[in-house]
């Protein structure tokens, strides 16, 4: 499905699709902007001198001695310094030549000591997690970067890896969970989420069926990013995830025409066959849209063809019957005919007199309200009526009200090209 191409495989991943390298300047660079305070450790005596051996054959460059002395510290420890100071030299030598295997050893030697300063512990667990993600090792990413989080980091990289974890474990609900707390972080201390993070999370959401959360992210997203292509992407991917019946679904086609979110031949032809018989106004203008787009093409013997010579053909007869029709729909016992008649006005893009029926059908009843006041709010708000589409939108219940608030954000931050 094309929400699956441009979303999952088109994204830069930022939530740690990238190889981790460079771990050890990584931690020197937190490690001197929160320099620790000075602690003495208790070595035993093998420990102590093989410490001092491996640290002077690290200076002088010679990494095969420090780490053969290093190795002789570690054998040699048994107490939580021994274990402590052994490892952090350990991780100085592995650092040296971004040895990722023994720096991981190193940072599970420190934290497993118990003896790390607290100010470090949020550092190691944060690169014991990247390091384990690297290594697919996804329960110990996870496990380690979680407590990161718990310790309070406040690298945004550390959540957005920790949803990736959980996703990749299988745990697409807490992968969720995890990036609306991250997205939440971030605009609390008032910097901008990137785009990626919501589209990851869409696809996570997406691919593991959760309706609510794909709607929640969809409409975060298209209220940071309202491109017209995020807008088509939001609606289908919404759409796929509920059951609409075709009334539903033209008003959300309606909403996509609107962001400018209608691309290629099937979006038009959809559009057009659900209208262009009973709103032939409304059929023709989209397929009009559509070719000056470049994205319909009246062939003849087309289906495009047939459909926008049977549109333009009834459009002069059903414009000469709105008048009489607004009339009776006006003398009417129920709200029923003024609804269907708003519905051509609408489609001819006359909302005033649209917004005028809309009303009459909803004060004589007889009508889905849900239905008309997601109408009346398309036309009020295509008429410039900010505020009282708003109030529209807000009165809808049940299903259509998530239709209510995309139009709603759409109100707010309409589609950008």
């Known amino acids: 499905m094309k929400f699956v191409s441009t979303m999952a495989l088109g994204v830069a ?43 002077a054959a690290l200076a002088k460059g010679d990494a095969a001695t420090a780490q053969a002395s290093v190795s002789t510290a570690l054998a040699a420890a048994t107490t939580p310094d021994d274990k402590y ?29 118990g003896v790390a300063p607290a100010d470090q512990q949020v550092q190691l667990y944060a690169v014991q997690g990247k390091l384990a993600y690297n290594a697919k090792n996804m329960a110990k990413s996870e496990q380690a970067l979680q407590q990161a989080v718990t310790l309070g980091t406040t690298d945004p990289d550390v959540y957005a890896l920790l949803v990736e974890a959980k996703a990749r474990a299988g745990k697409p609900a807490e992968a969720i969970t995890m990036l609306e707390t991250s997205i939440a972080k971030q605009k609390a201390a008032g910097q901008k989420v990137p785009s990626e993070w919501y589209g990851r999370g869409i696809a996570i959401a997406y691919g593991a069926k959760l309706p609510n959360e794909t709607e929640r992210l969809t409409q975060a997203w298209l209220a940071d990013y309202p491109a017209s292509n995020n807008w088509r992407d939001s ?60 994205m319909v093409k009246l062939t003849a013997g087309s289906n495009f063809k047939f459909m926008s010579d049977q549109a333009g053909g009834r459009v002069a007869a059903d414009k000469a019957d709105l008048a009489s029709a ?18 051509s006005y609408l489609g ?27 109408r009346l709010g398309m036309a009020l708000a295509k008429a410039g009526r900010k505020d009282e589409a708003k109030a529209a939108f807000a009165k809808i219940t049940g299903p259509r009200a998530s239709l209510a608030k995309y139009w709603m954000i759409y109100l707010d931050a309409p589609a950008a090209a």
């Open 13 to 55: 991943l930022a939530l740690g699709g990238a190889a981790i390298v460079g771990v050890a300047p990584a931690v020197a660079k937190e490690k001197a902007e929160k320099p620790a305070k000075a602690k003495s450790y208790n070595l035993s005596k093998p420990v102590r001198e093989a410490v001092a051996a491996a640290q």
């Open 85 to 113: 100071v052994a490892s952090s030299v350990q991780y100085e030598i592995a650092a040296k030549s971004n040895d990722q295997a023994k720096i991981s050893d190193a940072v599970d030697g420190m934290l497993a000591s």
């Open 235 to 294: 609606l289908i991917t919404y759409r796929d995830l509920h059951k609409l019946d075709a009334d539903y679904n033209l008003d959300l086609m309606r909403l996509m025409r609107t962001a400018k979110a209608l691309k290629g031949e099937r979006d038009y032809s959809e559009y057009a066959e659900a209208v262009y018989l009973k709103y032939p106004g409304e059929g023709k203008s989209v397929l009009d849209e559509g070719v000056a787009a470049g």
């Open 326 to 343: 607004s009339k009776a729909a006006k003398a009417s016992a129920t709200g029923k005919s003024a609804a269907a008649t708003a519905d």
């Open 348 to 374: 001819y893009g006359d909302y005033a007199s649209a917004i005028d029926l809309y009303n009459v059908a909803l004060q004589k009843g007889g009508v889905d309200a849900n239905t008309i006041n997601t």
